[in-house]
């Protein structure tokens, strides 16, 4: 009998932890809509979605130049991220000697380890200043705050990319450079295409460190709530508006800040529909390249 | 056999947490014990006041919370503070019922990167500078709520019924912040505190008066705020004794020590 319970408690308690996290997402999840609903039917999900003006002090909420501030960073920082980590995960995976790779992914790493804060205050303090004297206006602007993003979800793609070349059967390589291709054509044709589901989880995953990062892109990126007119312009993202007007916000601003996660939850949400969509479709062209 | 245990252990688990909790509230002595809470700008000041208080009276607990003026008159009024602390003038309409101590007083400087050669501005000009209507200045703001940012609006825009701060103004979530976007553009200009000025800005002369304790103090320098402790009724107690210290030498040399200007 004694077993028995113990079998049954260790079964449950596995369960548990395993569930856990799921719970612990639908309780944010539940706790962010039900804050935030207020604010939405108040205002009028269309208004708020789709409002251009956000002014607490006169109860006017809009969020649709953060979410296109938001879209706007993250779509720049992947821009720059994806060609530099894709390219730099096929050199340390396939073409760079073992010493090399050994000095060079421990440095990648790092730079995920760096808090972003540290990253906001170089931004600040080395970015902003020398965007103002090579482009011109304030220097906080959207493209400061992509190419600092860039630098942080660069190690993400990249260690995630290079994972899912390495995995890749010894054996496609081999019949590739035995059917006589060269190393750049069997890289091309053969691995990269192989490897490329691995490389859109490392994508979908840095993007959502983009969007979801809040600190750095609030030292950079100068949080204007209008839609900037460049990318040299000023821009804030729902995380910023969030994060720069929490500790005061009462009332109605407090649940559209909330109405503001929202929002920023079914950006998210689509975003990784359409990336998961795409992989899923791609996996079925490739033709069993999937491990 | 193993079930015995476990009900047994849940049982005594029970009974402990439900003896900490009935004598954790026990222990607890009201008569001691002040909350304060509101304006972030007045929070530093009173966080060493409440420090340096405790120490001489250590039976005095005294908490210090932020959260923006308007959350310090909502305290005080519904009674979950007894002291709420407020940036900016109170009008005794807006907060009937309530009492007002000015425990110091503070100058908001107009700042502007040092290489730039503006040194003298008229209180209009601030206001168009800020309205957006001078496009060789980059204007940097605070954020929406912050105590500071509201006092401005109250002190050079007209009140939140007067012209609004632009729109396209850099917006920046700390003092410092602010400081740093200033001090890194020559064209930037920016408000902040008297009390948390250095040297890395320089600080505009506004109608020909240069922003110092002495000029907040006298009353010449225009753009200033109280910094105002409020008690719903008058202060009994040792809310009272509290602050009567606070105006007391003692209590202002702490302000001056802040950076604030004493009463």
């Known amino acids: 009998m004694a077993r028995n319970w113990e079998e049954f408690l260790v079964e449950k308690v596995l369960l548990l932890a395993a569930i856990s996290s799921i719970i612990i997402i639908l309780l944010i999840i539940g706790f962010v809509i039900q804050q935030g609903l207020p604010a939405m039917e108040q205002v009028g999900p269309l208004n708020f979605i789709f409002g251009m003006d956000w002014s607490p002090s006169y109860d006017i909420y809009g969020?649709?130049?953060?979410?296109?501030?938001?879209?706007?960073?993250?779509?720049?920082?992947?821009?720059?991220?994806?060609?530099?980590?894709?390219?730099?995960?096929?050199?340390?995976?396939?073409?760079?000697?073992?010493?090399?790779?050994?000095?060079?992914?421990?440095?990648?790493?790092?730079l995920a380890?760096?808090?972003?804060?540290?990253?906001?205050?170089f931004g600040l303090i080395v970015l902003v200043p020398f965007m103002r004297i090579h482009f011109g206006g304030s220097g906080f602007s959207m493209l400061t705050a992509s190419i600092i993003l860039t630098v942080m979800v660069l190690p993400t793609i990249l260690s995630i990319s290079e994972d899912a070349l390495r995995s890749i059967p010894l054996e496609y390589k081999e019949a590739s450079l035995a059917l006589g291709a060269t190393h750049w054509q069997t890289i091309k044709n053969v691995i990269f295409p192989a490897a490329l589901p691995g490389i859109v989880t490392g994508i979908i995953l840095g993007m959502g460190r983009a969007i979801g990062e809040t600190m750095a892109v609030i030292m950079v990126a100068g949080n204007t709530p209008i839609i900037p007119g460049s990318i040299l312009e000023p821009a804030r993202a729902l995380t910023s508006n969030i994060a720069l007007e929490m500790g005061y916000a009462l009332g109605l601003h407090y649940n559209a800040l909330f109405a503001t996660g929202i929002v920023l939850l079914m950006m998210i949400i689509v975003l990784l529909v359409i990336t998961n969509y795409i992989n899923y479709k791609r996996k079925v062209t490739v033709g069993g390249g999937y491990l | 056999?193993?079930?015995?245990?476990?009900?047994?252990?849940?049982?005594?688990?029970?009974?402990?947490?439900?003896?900490?909790?009935?004598?954790?509230?026990a222990f607890t002595k009201p008569e001691g014990k002040i909350t304060i809470v509101g304006s972030t700008s007045v929070q530093p000041v009173a966080e060493k006041l409440a420090e340096a208080y405790h120490n001489a009276n250590p039976d005095v607990n005294i908490t210090v919370q932020g959260g923006g003026s308007?959350?310090?008159?909502?305290?005080?009024?519904?009674?979950?503070?007894?002291?709420?602390?407020?940036?900016?003038?109170l009008s005794s309409e807006k907060a009937p019922g309530i009492e007002q101590y000015?425990?110091?007083?503070?100058?908001?400087?107009?700042?502007?990167?040092?290489?730039?050669?503006?040194?003298?501005?008229?209180?209009?000009?601030?206001?168009?500078?800020?309205?957006?209507?001078?496009?060789?200045?980059?204007?940097?703001?605070?954020?929406?709520?912050s105590g500071t940012r509201d006092a401005f609006i109250d002190l050079i825009m007209g009140g939140k019924n007067g012209t609004n701060i632009t729109k396209s103004a850099i917006v920046q979530s700390s003092t410092d912040a602010v400081k740093q976007a200033v001090a890194g553009n020559p064209n930037a200009i920016g408000f902040m505190s008297l009390a948390d000025v250095d040297d890395s800005v320089k600080v505009v002369k506004i109608d020909g008066v240069e922003p110092s304790e002495a000029t907040v103090k006298d009353g010449s320098y225009k753009i200033q705020r109280p910094f105002l402790f409020l008690t719903k009724g008058a202060a009994t107690g040792v809310t009272l004794e509290f602050i009567n210290w606070c105006l007391s030498a003692e209590g202002q040399k702490i302000v001056q020590e802040e950076g604030a200007v004493p009463v």
């Open chain 1, 63 to 110: 969020v649709f130049p953060m979410i296109v501030g938001s879209l706007g960073m993250m779509a720049l920082a992947l821009l720059f991220a994806v060609p530099l980590s894709i390219f730099g995960a096929i050199f340390l995976a396939e073409v760079a000697p073992k010493t090399m790779r050994r000095i060079l992914k421990p440095t990648i790493q790092t």
């Open chain 1, 113 to 121: 380890g760096i808090p972003s804060v540290i990253y906001g205050f």
């Open chain 2, 1 to 25: 056999m193993d079930t015995k245990y476990i009900i047994g252990a849940i049982v005594i688990i029970v009974v402990i947490i439900g003896v900490a909790l009935y004598a954790g509230g």
């Open chain 2, 70 to 89: 308007s959350v310090g008159l909502k305290s005080v009024q519904d009674g979950t503070a007894q002291i709420g602390t407020y940036s900016s003038k």
């Open chain 2, 102 to 145: 000015v425990i110091a007083n503070d100058g908001i400087c107009i700042i502007v990167n040092k290489d730039s050669n503006v040194t003298d501005l008229t209180a209009d000009q601030v206001k168009e500078i800020f309205a957006g209507n001078d496009s060789s200045y980059t204007v940097v703001t605070r954020e929406e709520g």
